[in-house]
């Protein structure tokens, strides 16, 4: 529902939605997917931020396993996992 600051060398692997504005701080950061975010992007002179996106990720979110299109309550976050 709000931002998202993305700092300290981190890397995500998926699709990023953001209703709020993303910005990326200190540390080389990397987005391996694709990222949507609905209230703008920036990155902090610190930091950078790379985007590799991969058309097949945005062609298959639809289709993503526990996705409804069709509902209209507020997503949430239903599994947390860090290596």
Known sequence: YGN???AGGTTIN??????????FGSGNNTINGSLISAGG???DVTG??????????????????????STT???EIILWEEE
């Open 4 to 6: 998202l600051r993305v």
């Open 14 to 23: 998926c699709v990023v939605y953001v209703l709020g504005e993303t910005s």
């Open 41 to 43: 992007a920036s990155v």
């Open 73 to 75: 309550s507020q997503p």
């Open 48 to 69: 950078s931020a790379t985007i590799n996106y991969d058309p097949a990720v945005g062609v298959e979110w639809e289709s993503l396993t526990g996705l409804n299109t």
